[in-house]
T-cell receptor, first 114, second 113 residues
Framework: KQEVTQIPAALSVPEGENLVLNCSFT??????LQWFRQDPGKGLTSLLLIQSSQREQTSGRLNASLDKSSGRSTLYIAASQPGDSATYLCAVTTTNFGNEKLTFGTGTRLTIIP | EAGVVQSPRYKIIEKKQPVAFWCNPI?????LYWYLQNLGQGPELLIRYENEEAVDDSQLPKDRFSAERLKGVDSTLKIQPAELGDSAVYLC???????????FGPGTRLLVL
């Protein structure tokens, strides 16, 4: 059974700092990995999707890396802003006889201090 | 382009009462998902539809939960009867097809008293 762990559970950093969020997964046979953002009381927004054959993806100030063999991914946020405050969730997709399953981590609650 | 629409946004009911949630996916998205999210946890899949067919309902507690997507567009998730432990956020998501990026609705926050 795939298990996804995110460390730390919560993180507070001053505005302007660069930061890294970590995600690890137990089964390396994944199809892809996604990073989502969730604001309080709202649904999830997909930030980056990395296919299993890729090593990283970039979007603006966000960079996500994937090391499938070690079961790890990181989300790097450059020059953090108060608007980046949210919960960040990592999710991996595995497939089993045509059935896809998206397994989420418990998230990292990020607070950017102005 | 309109996103995934869910209603109601909030629902408070007493235990043993029935409740229903509605979801309208993004136009053209064939795949629809219902997730359950408990406080401080990531979403967990309840059921996945490909058009009108439920292709994965292995995590749906079928003794009290049911879902339908009759015309392959919007969907309804029902709980009958509701229990205290059902208090959670119910999220709906859609995608063009399996393995594509999923787009989530704002969720329905259920409180069972």
């Amino acid at each position: 059974k795939q298990e996804v762990t995110q460390i730390p559970a919560a993180l507070s950093v001053p505005e302007g700092e660069n930061l890294v969020l970590n995600c690890s997964f137990t089964d390396s046979a994944i199809y892809n990995l996604q990073w989502f953002r969730q604001d309080p009381g709202k649904g999830l927004t997909s930030l980056l999707l990395i296919q299993s054959s890729q090593r990283e993806q970039t979007s603006g100030r966000l960079n996500a890396s994937l090391d499938k063999s070690s079961g790890r991914s990181t989300l790097y946020i450059a020059a953090s802003q108060p608007g980046d405050s949210a919960t960040y969730l990592c999710a991996v997709t595995t497939t089993n006889f045509g059935n896809e399953k998206l397994t989420f981590g418990t998230g990292t609650r990020l607070t950017i201090i102005p | 382009e309109a996103g995934v629409v869910q209603s109601p946004r909030y629902k408070i009911i007493e235990k043993k009462q029935p409740v229903a949630f509605w979801c309208n996916p993004i136009s053209g998205h064939n795949t629809l998902y219902w997730y359950l999210q408990n406080l401080g946890q990531g979403p967990e899949l309840l059921i996945r539809y490909e058009n009108e067919e439920a292709v994965d309902d292995s995590q749906l507690p079928k003794d009290r939960f049911s879902a339908e997507r009759l015309k392959g567009v919007d969907s309804t998730l029902k709980i009958q009867p509701a229990e205290l432990g059902d208090s959670a956020v119910y999220l709906c998501a859609s995608s063009l097809d399996t393995l594509r990026t999923q787009y989530f609705g704002p969720g329905t926050r259920l409180l069972v008293l």
